[in-house]
């Protein structure tokens, strides 16, 4: 792929600038696979108040919307860099509402799974 393996996003407001750094994820199964290779390892600083997200591809496969698309990693990046100022517990809540107002009443196609960790000390 030609995907870069790290991608920059930024969303500015009148008081601050928000950035969004997407880890992208190896082409391989996490599991025994007939061709295995190795992860690729990050190595990079991590400020302080720092949020990650780690998820599977459900939210972004989900269907839904007014035409019945799928979310897409696009629109999940713009969320998470418009929730990124609020405290982690309402981004969770953030999250779930803004899935199931996606959803609708479209049926669940995927498990969903989204942990969002704050970085609460300067990490080495």
């Known amino acids: 792929s030609n995907k870069p393996s790290i991608a ?10 928000y950035t969004l750094i997407e880890l992208n994820p190896d082409n391989m199964p996490i599991a025994i696979y007939p061709i295995m290779s190795e992860f690729t390892n990050h190595v990079f600083p991590i400020p302080y108040g720092s949020c990650f997200y780690l998820f599977s591809d459900g939210f972004a496969d989900q269907f839904g919307g007014e035409k019945n698309k799928k979310y897409g990693y696009k629109r999940l990046r713009e969320l998470i860099l418009t929730i990124s100022h609020s405290n982690i517990e309402n981004q969770g809540k953030l999250l ?26 300067q990490l080495q």
């Open 96 to 121: 779930e509402q803004e899935f199931e107002n996606w959803k609708r009443d479209n049926h669940q196609l995927d498990d969903v799974t989204m942990i969002g960790i704050v970085v609460k000390n």
């Open 8 to 17: 920059y996003y930024t969303k500015e407001t009148e008081t601050h600038t």
